[in-house]
């Protein structure tokens, strides 16, 4: 069920790597008294988390992605659980219960302990996995000081990265996707805006996205580790080539963006195409 | 022909009914008011939309088996699947469900002639088909149909954007269709509260009708936000307001100015305030109609009733407050809100399930196709409710979020709901409707090509969100290894497509062959069954006493009363616990079962 | 009525409450409105069918005042009710209209006017004004005979 990370032609040759922390490692202190007992319960498959499958979900690159994968993974196996339990008693029920006689069954209605426990017991899970989900949520909208800061604007149908501090935009249309260069383990800020359309700016790699709207300017961190290309796509339906308005985000180490920069600086208003091309590798 | 005025005299004899001698043909159709003639319709309306949807479905189905589709053109494809979400959502299983059957089956469930409003009614009828038939026009305007995807999102649906008469024209038919859903709602709350018969307390009234009273007023709360969005939208378009549009905007740098133009949010804000509790409208009815099959086939009435009630209560209330779970990757929301109401709703929808396994739990099951199809119901939902939780929480969402995981999860539960239980209540009253037995063996064809086809359509989708292909695309690239998943999926929505085949098949079968069906051949238990199959003109001649929430069952089996508590005796009278307003359950201790019929003229 | 305006009563609560602590959460105003909207589609009907539920036992208002006729509770409310106890007039039906036709074409062609041009419109209100003063005088004469 692992599926490839990223665009296979490029991302395979680095393997992934470990977040520097688990999950509950990064949980606030003063909060961590108030999780103690939820942790107990459903903690144990959390912080065993690094070696579990990743259940289908991408591999992230980020350490917010990390994150998510371990929410990932304790929702995947809480409802994996119950999807069974579920699914078992409904399977009983229905092979054991088929008809054998044409006796009338017990009128039955009520079994007061039975109803309150299967309503108290998914109170608690549910609020257990709110905790988690809360504490997750946090640590992934967190927003550090950045050392890097790339400006995204999103159009019918294509992108815009903008590194405001060092002048360089790279800008690509559908067909000519563009490619975002960001450096290894360094904090970096992304803010997503739009210039027509609601677009969604989704790097599955990032196991992560979010809305770039016309108005409102949302930013987010990354914590990057791992060296590859990666596929980005738009996400929220935005007109005629929605489909076509992918991207690239490329990690290198903090030396070789400092080259790339270098060699690109002011470019930001050339002509889109020798922007693309020179930013790009992989063709379509 | 003329006004009926049916008066009840004492002891239990109604008074004579007139015969109809209005019209015939074409104009008998055009001029009634009968809710039994309006919920025909509105079967036979949406579940013909229904067909068409599906083969639209089709269509992005065969466009997606390849990479680089070249079935459709890429404005082919967003028209196709804008087209396919805005019928099955605002003409098929809403209007299936609270037009078609709850419009049928609500006043005999509470024992009432007819509707509150019947004229409503039959106004309720012809603006659905207006809605409808508007929103199909798109498909003969130049430009094509409305393609922003049923959700409409501004600023795309803006006149800048999409400025086609195809547009305008979803907008309409939603208009007017939203008036429809309203006036139906009005109906059924008005039915339920003032038209039921002596004796069937609020408390007594089956799930189903509770859950009808309980989307009414969802209907009420969400869809005058939906027209009110839809008027705003409008304005935006034709008469150049700034509500959500953000054309002229643009600072010197390009970048649109917040405070000079619209806001894309308030539309996502308004229109999911409408879209969640919708999403339950649509589910609720069903939920309803699975609560009457269970038991039934069970043979034993349905456990935890009053739990029951107080969860279709909860599930409604807290439908209201989830909007913004739909959000979450705005980045402009309260995500902690949104994501513990969300995550909660998980609650009530367990206590139903339990209660539903509890109901069959040593029961004498009987597996006819309504009672398959519900469990096939169960087993879809289980997963797509699973799902559901996962989408709740936040930091999960913000990468599914727009993924064909989504697609497979909102399947799940509107596939699930409106589709298995939505055919599974059309087995179950179709012999009250029309008085005839579908085949039972090809409804079991029909069913087995259903369920397999249905997870071998969506499992797949689910692996491909989680492999991060995006919804909404029309064409996706070679080498990333979503073909074989893309093959599957489009193999099972052939499977689905035949399955509906043998329907029709079957359908003809009835009407070709008939098998008449008696008053009740499932033995059920709600006062639906105790009048004819069709009933009469204003539905009964005489009542039963009720006595329970199974005046049916009571009449028919007085010797198996409900039995309130695990390890108790059977009432002696078969009386529920619950009083109206009378006071508790102390009165009435006759000792000898439940009263016969009360007979008629 | 009891159970009825608890019911709507019930759904009043609940959105208060829910109004009250999404502005305090969020000072989103938006939400906020639907949210009172809502409490408000509660109380109205909630309020209506208390007072008469009070009135149906006596009370002129909702607790206080008396009325010298206690109607006691309606047949659909009592446990213990005979289906002879609905004995009376349920209700008038109409027999069958062709008004909500006209009604509902009338409102199609209003608004394609929007989309098509205005003209339509004329044809769209002739409808819907034939219609109302259709209905009504139907039901002044009490139907259609
Ligand atoms: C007959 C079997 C069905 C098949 C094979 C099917 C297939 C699909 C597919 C593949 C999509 C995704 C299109 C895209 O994102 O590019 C889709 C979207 C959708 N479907 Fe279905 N579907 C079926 C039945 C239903 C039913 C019964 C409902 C609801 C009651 C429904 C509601 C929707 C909605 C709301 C969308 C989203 C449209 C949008 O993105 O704007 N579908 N369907
Ligand atoms: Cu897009
Ligand atoms: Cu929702």
Known sequence: MDPPSGNPSAALDTPPRHGPTGALGRLPSRRSRLWAVAAAAAGGLLLAGCNLPTFGETKPITSQGQDSLKLWQGFFITGAVVFVIVFSLIAWASIRYRRRSHAIPRQTQ??????????????????????????????????????????????????????????????????????????????????????????????????????????????????????????????????????????????????????????????????????????????? | MTDVIIPQVAGGEYAHVHEEHGPTGLMKWITTTDHKVIGMSYMITSVALFYIAGLLALGIRVQLTTPHGTFISFQQYNELFTMHGSIMMYLFAGPFAFGGLANYIVPLQVGAPDMAFPRLNALSYWLYLGGSIMMLMGFGVAGGTADFGWVAYAPLSTSTYTPGLGEDLWIMALVLTGFSAIFTGVNLIATIFYLRAPGMTMFRMPIFTWNMLVTGILILIAFPVLTAALVMLFCDRHFGTKIYAVTGCHTTAGIVDAHACGSAVLWQNLFWFFGHPEVYILALPFFGIATEIFPVFSRKPVFGYKGMVFATMSIAALSTGVWAHHMFTTGTVLLPFFSLMSLLIAVPTGIKFFNWIGTMWRGQLVYTTPMLMSIGFLFAFLMGGVTGVMLASPPIDFFVHTTYFVVAHFHQVLFGTAVFAGFAGFYYWYPKMFGRMLNDRLGKVHFVLLFVGFWVTFIPQYVLGLHGMPRRVASYPTGLGWQSWNIASTIGAFMIATSFMVLLVNVWVSWRYPVPAGDNPWDAHTLEWFTTSPPPHHNYTHLPQIRSERPTWDYNHPDAPTILHRHGPGHPNGHGPYAGDGGGPTHGNGSAGVAPGVPAT | MKVESAFLLGIATFFGVISISYWFTSYEDGGTMMLVGATALGVLPGCYYYFWHRRFRGSKYFFWGKTDRVVGTRPEDRDDARIEDGAGVISAFPGSSVWPFVFGSGAFVFLLAFVFGVWLAAVGISLIVTALVGVTAESRRGGRH
């Open chain 1, 110 to 284: 009520y079994h007061t302990v039975l109803e309150i426990f299967y309503t108290v017991i998914p109170i608690i899970m549910v609020l257990v996995l709110f905790g988690f989900t809360f504490v997750s949520e946090n640590n992934v909208d967190a927003l550090p000081a950045p050392k890097v800061s790339v400006t995204v604007t999103a159009f019918q149908w294509g992108w815009r990265f903008h590194y405001a501090k060092q002048d360089v935009t790279v800008i690509g249309v559908e067909l000519q996707d563009p490619e975002m260069v960001l450096p290894q383990g360094e904090t970096v800020r992304i803010s997503l805006r739009s210039h027509d359309v609601v677009h969604g700016f989704f790097v599955p790699a990032f196991d992560f996205s979010r809305y770039a709207q016309p108005g409102i300017t949302n930013r987010f961190t990354v914590n990057l580790h791992t060296l590859g290309t990666y596929r980005g796509q738009c996400t929220q339906y935005c007109g005629l080539f929605h489909s076509l308005m992918r991207f690239r985000v490329r990690v290198v180490t903090p030396a070789q963006f400092a080259a790339w920069l270098r060699s690109h600086r002011s470019g930001g208003t050339s002509s889109r195409a020798s922007l693309t091309a020179s930013a790009g590798g992989a063709g379509k």
